[in-house]
């Protein structure tokens, strides 16, 4: 891979990158999409990265697609697959992390202690090895891109992130690998995180801009939904994910909820 990827650049081409766990749909295409238009040459992973799961998580079940995405990328013309395996990515002796400290801890990094600092290390990993020009990451997964963003400001690195905005279903739901786990029933109920956060812009929109009130008015929506457990939603600072007690233009919302044995998360932008 670091050959291809050199010898991509060699040619004064830009490279962007993708990474990904696979289970390709709509949103990733989307990454897929913006990083053809942006630069010569694109580079895809595809790695399920056990540094980011916790032990009673779905790794073992993480839905797993090669060929299906292989074409999927073909289809869009990208140039570079990359598809390590644990074993290379992790050999045995490993022990270096990358721990974005103070962020790591925010939002899903409570109740996933260690997913972020498996995320920062595997996409510092990545990096290493790819050396792309633009990395391209989606704002589904807004903590991911802040703990991303700081990384790349305090470490030096010289790769641009570019972030991309929140595919959604026609009816609102986050595209998501994991909403391939959820039956008919708990697809519909997953409906109240966007609900929610729709609740919350209007509110925001008709003058609301204490933190707890909007909160407080994503738990009422919440609560009109039993069968959805919501394990936390927060307004903070997009950028240091700071908890806002005001919300401010471009604070972000975020909320992660559990449906069925299911964890999803999903967030908008206050504007
Ligand atoms: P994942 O395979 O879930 O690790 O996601 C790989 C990349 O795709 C990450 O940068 C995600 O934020 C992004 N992504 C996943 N779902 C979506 C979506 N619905 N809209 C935009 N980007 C997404």
Same mark, same amino acid.
């Given at each position: 891979?670091?050959?291809?990827?050199?010898?991509?650049?060699?040619?004064?081409?830009?490279?962007?990158? =993708?990474?990904?766990?696979?289970?390709? *749909?709509?949103? *990733?295409?989307? @990454?897929?999409?913006?990083?053809?238009?942006?630069?010569?040459?694109?580079?895809?992973?595809?790695?399920?990265?056990?540094?980011?799961?916790?032990?009673?998580?779905?790794?073992?079940?993480? #839905? !797993?697609?090669?060929?299906?995405?292989?074409?999927? @990328?073909?289809?869009?013309?990208?140039?570079? &697959?990359?598809?390590?395996?644990?074993?290379?990515?992790?050999?045995?002796?490993?022990?270096?992390?990358?721990? =974005?400290?103070?962020?790591? %801890?925010?939002?899903?990094?409570?109740?996933?202690?260690?997913?972020?600092?498996? =995320?920062?290390?595997?996409?510092?990993? &990545?990096?290493?090895?790819?050396?792309?020009?633009?990395?391209?990451?989606?704002?589904?997964?807004? /903590?991911?891109?802040? =703990?991303?963003?700081?990384?790349?400001?305090?470490?030096?690195?010289?790769?641009?992130?570019?972030?991309? #905005?929140?595919?959604?279903?026609?009816?609102?739901?986050?595209?998501?690998?994991?909403?391939?786990?959820?039956?008919?029933?708990?697809?519909?109920? $997953?409906?109240?995180?966007? !609900?929610?956060?729709? %609740?919350?812009?209007? *509110?925001?929109?008709?003058? %609301?801009?204490?933190?707890?009130?909007?909160?407080?008015?994503?738990?009422?929506?919440?609560?009109?939904?039993?069968?959805?457990?919501?394990?936390?939603? %927060?307004?903070?600072? /997009?950028?240091? &994910?700071?908890?806002?007690?005001?919300?401010?233009?471009? $604070?972000?919302? /975020?909320?992660? /909820? !559990?449906?069925?044995?299911?964890? @999803?998360?999903?967030?908008?932008?206050?504007?």
């Amino acid at each position: 891979m670091r050959k291809a990827c050199v010898a991509a650049k060699s040619a004064g081409n830009t490279l962007g990158f =993708v990474p990904t766990m696979g289970a390709l *749909h709509e949103g *990733h295409i989307s @990454l897929v999409r913006a990083a053809k238009k942006q630069c010569d040459v694109v580079a895809v992973s595809i790695f399920v990265n056990p540094a980011q799961f916790g032990p009673n998580e779905d790794l073992a079940k993480y #839905p !797993r697609r090669l060929e299906e995405d292989s074409k999927m @990328l073909l289809a869009e013309g990208v140039d570079l &697959l990359f598809t390590p395996s644990s074993e290379e990515m992790y050999p045995a002796g490993a022990t270096t992390f990358v721990d =974005v400290d103070g962020m790591s %801890e925010r939002l899903c990094g409570k109740s996933r202690p260690g997913h972020f600092r498996g =995320v920062a290390t595997v996409v510092n990993k &990545l990096f290493n090895i790819i050396q792309p020009d633009v990395a391209f990451f989606g704002q589904k997964d807004a /903590a991911q891109c802040a =703990v991303i963003k700081r990384m790349v400001r305090d470490l030096d690195m010289t790769v641009k992130i570019k972030v991309c #905005p929140v595919v959604r279903e026609p009816d609102g739901l986050a595209m998501s690998s994991r909403n391939a786990y959820l039956s008919p029933l708990e697809r519909n109920n $997953a409906l109240v995180l966007s !609900r929610a956060l729709q %609740e919350i812009q209007r *509110h925001y929109q008709n003058g %609301e801009h204490e933190s707890a009130k909007l909160i407080n008015e994503a738990r009422k929506t919440f609560a009109t939904q039993p069968a959805v457990q919501l394990e936390y939603v %927060e307004v903070v600072d /997009a950028e240091s &994910l700071d908890p806002l007690q005001t919300a401010d233009p471009g $604070a972000l919302v /975020a909320i992660a /909820a !559990r449906v069925g044995g299911t964890r @999803l998360i999903d967030n908008i932008l206050l504007n």
